[in-house]
């Protein structure tokens, strides 16, 4: 995980920069390196990143790509709820990623079911599924701060669960022959992406696609 711009600048600035770890919220702080939260220090924002600062359990400021220095004048809200003479400032400092995040693993925990003409059927699936940070308030407020999503492992375990069920659910509306499920799974790509998407636009989260790799039958031997 690299901070700033450089030796020189880390020393300055506050900022985030992910090393291919796919993070999808940062609590700026965790990490030792991390430069302490002092009234006017410099916080670098890069692209596809916001900044979010906590205070009290709420969102007090928002800011997208740029320089901002830690003032009272750059973040009055924030300014509203703490004082800048505080060193270091009492508040919270999220990065949020907002680019694609893709290639997540999903799979169905319990099987499926399916009824057809030859009966009911248990299906298993699995694939991939890429997703990112569509409104970034809403995110905090609905995944963050409602739901109690920490970071970027339980944030991905709740999506696999969401995609999951929204392959179940799409399975049991569609209502396709078990013989199509298992041998073309890739049709149902779109239903389970559409319904998935819609769930977590809830909580400002777009799914930009999902992909089924296999289905099967349990094995009853």
């Known amino acids: ?23 999808v919220l940062y609590r700026y702080g965790t990490d030792k390196q991390d430069l302490p939260l002092l009234a006017g220090s410099r916080i670098r924002v890069r692209e596809n990143q916001y900044i979010v600062f906590m205070s009290g359990g709420q969102v007090a400021d928002v800011w997208d790509k740029g320089l901002y220095l830690l003032t009272e004048a750059y973040f009055p809200i924030l300014a509203e709820r703490i004082s800048f003479a505080e060193r270091p400032l009492k508040a919270e400092l999220y990065f ?11 799979a169905t925990r319990t099987p499926a079911l399916l ?15 890429d997703f990112r940070i569509q409104d970034s308030i809403l995110f905090m407020m609905e995944a963050f701060i409602r739901r109690g999503l920490k970071d970027t492992q339980e944030l991905t375990a709740f999506l696999l669960s969401l995609v999951a069920g929204a392959f179940s659910a799409s399975l049991s ?36 696609n999902v992909n089924i790799e296999g289905a099967s039958l349990p094995d009853t031997r």
Do not use: C
Request: net charge positive; hydrophobic share 40%.
């Open 173 to 208: 509306d569609l209502r396709m022959p078990v013989t199509e499920v298992i041998n073309h799974a890739w049709q149902l790509s779109g239903p389970v992406r559409a319904r998935a998407d819609r769930l977590a636009a809830e909580m400002g989260l777009e799914i930009l």
């Open 115 to 129: 009824r057809d003409e030859t009966g009911m059927h248990q299906v298993r699936a699995y694939g991939t599924y």
């Open 96 to 106: 949020l990623n907002t680019a694609p995040v893709t290639e997540h693993k999903w």
């Open 1 to 23: 995980m690299l901070f700033g711009l450089g030796k020189r600048a880390a020393e300055k600035e506050i900022g985030f920069r992910d090393q291919n770890r796919n993070l």
